[in-house]
């Protein structure tokens, strides 16, 4: 018997594709309560930030999903453009990384970096994702076993490479873990 | 003083808003209720909230009406919103594990949180200028930050950056200040009081 592989699924979504989506903030937030990362190649904007934040918050059931971590590439005030000044306004992040708060943990970030943990075992075992039954599966299968290392993730500007784009409505065929 | 500006100025009297609903925003635990506090017992005496180390323990909005603040001739009335912190997760784990809550009470909390931030989110639509709370002491590039000041830009509501704690040891106002610097930013310590004067004369200055 082949045992299937178990592992989280990170996806990288291309601007152009961002642009198609007619509910970007929907399609996102339902994606990560399936409990995948989505490296997004155009962040989101404020309003869309906020959006985010709102239906979050109304999905948000403690037993199954706490949220999202959503680090993203801000350009530095010193380095806005003077008619950024002059409009007093602070562009979108240039890149972003989503993902459900339990599973990944912002490590360290700054204007050309961001690093961040996918967790894949906590010492509590309270590391769950939707549904509520799999979560509980889940959970009991981490009590089980010792505490392991955690998948360390660096997304740097210049490596902005495209690896795995998967669209809305598609599914990988393997788990892909950008290293 | 010109007729123009004479003119200028009953004009602005004329249409001038008798007061101004301030709403403080922040993260959890970046000092909002401390300043709300601070600001309301300067000017009237009374405080708005409880104010403790644990997050989230504002989880309504409370409005304290007809502060009255007076600075350099001029006199304007405020009504202080506290919101609660704009959150991206909430976890009751958290509130067990790190300060000690009873699960059932843990519960309950994140679940008002949640609330609390949607509640926070929609008081935007009902402020005329905000106070955005940073804790002077960590990365001001945090999302709910970013989050909240990209959308005071785009709604074009009028607000001061408040590098709040520069009483510890290790805050940086001036972090904030290089991270935001085409916005007004005033370092205070709600605790202790420090500075507070400026934060006053920058608000009726910005806000009316």
Do not use: C
């Not at chain 1, 699924?9 to 994606?31: A, C, T, W």
């Not at chain 1, 971590?69 to 562009?91: I, M, N, V, W, Y």
């Not at chain 2, 004479?6 to 925003?25: D, E, P, T």
């Not at chain 2, 408040?162 to 916005?183: C, M, R």
Request: proline share 5%; no cysteine.
């Amino acid at each position: 018997m082949v045992e299937k592989e178990e592992g989280i699924e990170v996806n990288l979504l291309s601007r152009e594709l961002l642009r198609e989506l007619e509910d970007k903030v929907g399609f996102i937030l339902k994606e990560i309560k399936k409990g995948k990362v989505m490296v997004l190649e155009e962040g989101l904007t404020a309003e869309e930030q906020v959006d985010l934040i709102q239906r979050t918050m109304r999905e948000i059931d403690q037993d199954s999903f706490i949220g999202v971590e959503a680090p993203g590439f801000h350009t530095p005030g010193a380095k806005l453009s003077f008619l950024a000044r002059l409009l007093r306004r602070t562009p979108p992040p240039r890149m972003m990384v989503i993902g459900p708060a339990r599973l990944l943990k912002t490590i360290k970030k700054d204007g050309r970096s961001i690093r961040a943990l996918i967790v894949t075992r906590t010492p509590s075992g309270h590391l769950s994702i939707t549904p509520p039954e799999e979560a509980k599966r889940v959970v009991e299968g981490v009590e089980e076993v010792e505490e392991g290392p955690e998948e360390e993730i660096t997304v740097e500007e210049e490596a902005g490479e495209e690896v795995g784009v998967v669209g809305p409505g598609e599914e990988s065929e393997e788990e892909e873990i950008w290293e | 003083m010109g007729i123009f500006d004479r003119l200028l100025s009953k004009l602005k009297r004329l249409f001038k808003k008798k007061r101004l609903r301030v709403g403080i925003y922040g993260p959890p635990n970046a000092g909002k209720t401390t300043l709300a506090n601070r600001i309301s017992k300067d000017w009237t005496g009374e405080t708005v909230g409880l104010a403790t180390e644990i997050p989230h323990e504002t989880r309504k909005a409370v409005e304290k009406k007809e502060i009255v603040i007076k600075v350099g001739g001029s006199q304007v009335t405020f009504d202080i919103v506290d919101t609660p912190g704009i959150a991206t997760k909430i976890d009751f784990h958290e509130f067990v594990e790190d300060y000690g809550l009873d699960e059932e009470e843990a519960r309950r909390r994140a679940k008002e949180a949640t609330e609390g931030v949607i509640e926070a989110i929609k008081w935007l639509d009902n402020v005329d200028g905000v106070l955005v709370v940073m804790d002077s002491a960590r990365d001001p590039f945090n999302q709910v930050n970013i989050t909240l000041i990209g959308n005071l830009e785009a709604r074009k509501i009028p607000f001061i950056i408040v590098a709040n704690k520069i009483d510890l040891k290790e805050s940086s106002p001036a972090t904030i200040k290089n991270a935001f610097p085409q916005h007004p930013v005033i370092p205070v310590s709600a605790l202790t009081g420090y500075n507070m004067d400026s934060l006053y004369h920058a608000m009726v200055k910005y806000f009316s």
